[in-house]
């Protein structure tokens, strides 16, 4: 008895073998790098701007606001209009949160660095002056464009573009594609996860998942398509895009557009018209 | 208070600048350790108070004008190595984009408003705070304090600014004996410039510090190192209470171009030519820089209107640069157990 409970004790001779399995070293550098740019690309569409609060303008007069600036910025040949311009745009950066200012503020000073460069035959020839009106004038405008972009999410973006008049089906497209560009981007980012977390050690079959991932993109991108007009059809879409309420006119608007005729009387009178 | 370009020697500059550099190091490392990552944008903030109120000139007896720092206000709030590191971020500020107060000067500068007068400051304001009578009234005996402390500190920033203006003469001259640079020597300056500071810019430094310090403690108790423990609720109510403070400052801000002339020691080159009778050769032919709004004048704008848009574009970029500095920066504060 005492030897069978021995015997028993006594573990089987597989189990006894020593498994130190470490998987092969492999590279996934591609799988990384394009997570990483899907992931980028999902980030920059989301709205990082901060919340709207009692006195933000509708994306409609933001828009014109912005565009405003930017042209009489342009036209402006007299300094100090450009500085009135810098120092709107300053304290409005100032306020974005943290994120948004980062990206607003890398932007228009990369931009404004470019520019500089561009002109440095100018400061070297003594136009000095010159060089830093431009690059001035590049860094508010970017900055400008920036800020609009930014403090206003994508879709109150695409729906103010009806005060310029853009066609119904243009506004819709732009719409429809940056939610697919969204949901698909979800998607790739998920599928490129799960490659990842599957291929333990060395897969030679990785990189021609590659063309599966997109596969499965595109067959998605096919479902959602069908799903969407069919959900059109469903709801007797006759081509007509409705505004949302959030890009209605608000009160603060008017106190906006007071801002803007100030700021074109300044143009006028900076550039000795009034 | 503001030493422009070549009143001093460009040897002076460099001792000032290399004296400068450790003390920016540790007050870089000790504000890591002690100010939060949340806290630096109202660093900024209270940057951004230092900026406004060294625009509000005040006239002094005698054709010149002064000004007030806010450095103790800062130490007292937030510390007196991030006080040093807010004003000197708010004086190269002042040195590149307005020209107030010269670029090879700006070691010096800091060294006077950025290290001394925030130092002398806090030192005095914790030692009246410890000596304060037992039952006698918290926010008055603060405010008492602060007042003294700030006075004393900004004639201890003017001393030293007097000193260096004065040493100028003694050590620098050419063949004829005439100065290079600051022609006035330590029996002028140092009386000259004490003169401003004991009367009107010392009383200006402690109104200004002694009524926001006042309006902070009432209605943002959470602005400052001390409001670490505050709600979001009442964090949210200080940004708004010293928002409100700081458009008030810029609006009233116009009110310092009433004092005409200039400060001391802070003359354009032709009238210290026009004053001693000889021209300096170092202060009438050295290096100057070409600031982007040049004494706050936005040439074709009303002095008022350049006023107040300078105002807001120096508030302005301190907070944005505050609240880049807090994105970037590593946090090493140690917050203890709870």
């Known amino acids: 008895m005492a030897r069978d409970r021995e015997e028993a004790r006594e573990l089987p001779e597989w189990l006894l073998t020593d498994e130190r399995y470490e998987p092969a070293a492999d590279r996934d550098s591609f799988i990384r790098k394009s997570m990483k740019a899907v992931a980028g690309v999902l980030a920059r569409l989301r709205f990082d701007g901060g919340r709207p609060w009692a006195l ?26 450009t500085l ?191 | 208070m503001h030493i422009p370009e070549n009143y001093l020697s460009p040897s002076t500059c460099g001792v000032l600048a290399a004296a400068m550099v450790p003390v920016w190091v540790h007050a870089t490392r000790r504000v890591r350790e002690t100010v939060p990552k949340n806290k630096m944008p109202l660093l900024g903030l209270a940057a951004a108070f230092s900026f406004l109120a060294m625009m509000f000139n005040v006239p002094i007896p005698g054709g010149t004008t002064g000004h007030a720092v806010c450095g103790t206000l800062i130490a007292i709030l937030f510390g007196p190595w991030a006080a040093t590191i807010a004003l000197s971020v708010a004086l190269a500020l002042q040195a590149i984009l307005f020209g107030d107060g010269g670029i090879l000067a700006f070691g010096a500068n ?81 009386p000259a410039m004490l003169a401003g500071h004991l009367t009107v810019a010392g009383a200006a430094e402690a109104i200004f510090t002694v009524g926001i310090l006042a309006y902070v403690r009432k209605a943002a108790p959470s602005f400052g190192i001390e409001g670490l423990g505050a709600t979001d609720k009442d964090a949210s109510r200080s940004s708004r209470a010293m928002a409100a403070l700081m458009c008030a400052l810029i609006v009233l801000v116009p009110l310092g171009l009433l004092a005409e002339g200039d400060a001391w020691g802070e003359w354009a080159p032709e009238d210290v030519s026009a004053a001693v009778g000889y021209a300096p050769r170092g202060l009438s032919s050295g290096w100057m820089w070409e600031a982007l709004i040049p004494d706050y004048s936005f040439g074709a704008l009303p002095d008022w209107a350049g006023y107040v848009l300078s105002a807001v574009i120096g508030a302005a970029v301190l907070v944005i640069v505050f609240r880049l500095l807090a994105a970037g920066g590593k946090q090493k504060v140690d917050f203890g157990t709870r």
């Open chain 1, 56 to 81: 933000s303008p509708s994306a409609p007069v933001k828009l014109v606001l912005g565009l405003l600036a930017i042209i009489l910025g342009s036209c402006a040949t007299n300094f100090a209009f």
């Open chain 1, 84 to 274: 009135l311009l810098l120092a709107v745009a300053l304290v409005r950066m100032a306020l974005l949160p943290q994120k948004a200012l980062s990206r607003c503020l890398k932007t228009s000073a990369g931009a404004a660095i470019l520019s500089a460069l561009l002109m440095l035959p100018a400061i070297l020839l003594g136009q000095a002056s010159s060089a830093l009106l431009i690059g001035t004038k590049v860094f508010v405008s970017v900055s400008i464009a920036m800020i609009v972009a930014l403090s206003t999410p994508l879709s109150e973006l695409t729906g103010a573009l009806r005060a310029f008049h853009v066609p119904n089906v243009f506004i819709l497209t732009v719409e429809l594609a940056l939610k697919s560009i969204y949901d698909l981007g979800q998607t790739a980012l998920e599928v490129l996860g799960s490659l990842k977390m599957r291929s333990v050690g060395r897969n030679h079959e990785k990189g021609s998942a590659l063309g599966g991932v997109g596969g499965v993109v595109l067959l998605k991108a096919q479902r959602a398509a069908k799903t969407t007009s069919d959900a059109m059809r469903c709801r007797g879409f006759e081509g007509d895009y409705i505004v949302p309420d959030t890009l209605a006119f608000r009160p603060a608007d008017a106190l906006w557009a007071a801002g803007a005729i100030l700021l074109v009387v300044a143009f006028l009178v900076l550039e000795g018209v009034l």
């Open chain 2, 110 to 190: 800091c060294f006077n408003m950025a290290f001394i007068l925030p130092q002398v400051g806090y030192g005095i304001y914790t030692w009246l705070m410890h000596r304060k009578k037992k039952g006698a009234s918290s926010l008055r005996s603060e405010l008492v304090a602060a007042g003294i402390a700030s006075y004393v500190a900004i004639n201890a920033a003017a001393l030293c600014a007097g000193i260096e203006f004065g040493i100028q003469p003694l050590l620098f001259t050419d063949a004829a004996g005439n100065a290079l640079y600051c022609p006035y020597p330590l029996w002028v300056s140092v």
